[in-house]
């Protein structure tokens, strides 16, 4: 597993990710809840007939957003994922 924390956005960041995936040729799932973090949101974002899985996840009460990976989810396209999400969420601190 491989987890990347994020600059946190104080505000919903559904918008910028589904902006972003679509920079990457990638889409982004539909928002979840996840029992072991409390009014978090998640997503799982991923490519359309190709290998990997990337999560999001975005916790407001602990002021946390961060990217994972599991190992056996890993794909080549990740990496420049996890890369131009990276810098989208720093550029607008």
């Not at 990710?17 to 979840?32: F, I, K, N």
Request: positive net charge.
């Amino acid at each position: 597993m491989r987890a990347v924390d994020l600059t946190y956005p104080p505000q919903d960041p559904t918008k910028q990710l589904e902006h972003v995936c679509e920079q990457v040729d990638a889409t982004l799932g539909p928002s979840t809840k996840l029992a072991s973090y409390p009014g978090a949101q998640h997503w799982h974002i991923s490519k359309h007939r190709v290998k990997g899985t990337l999560e999001a996840t975005w916790w407001p009460s602990k002021q946390r957003f961060w990217l994972k990976v599991a190992t056996n989810r890993d794909a080549d396209w990740i990496a420049s994922a996890i890369e131009a999400i990276e810098l989208h969420f720093r550029d607008r601190k």
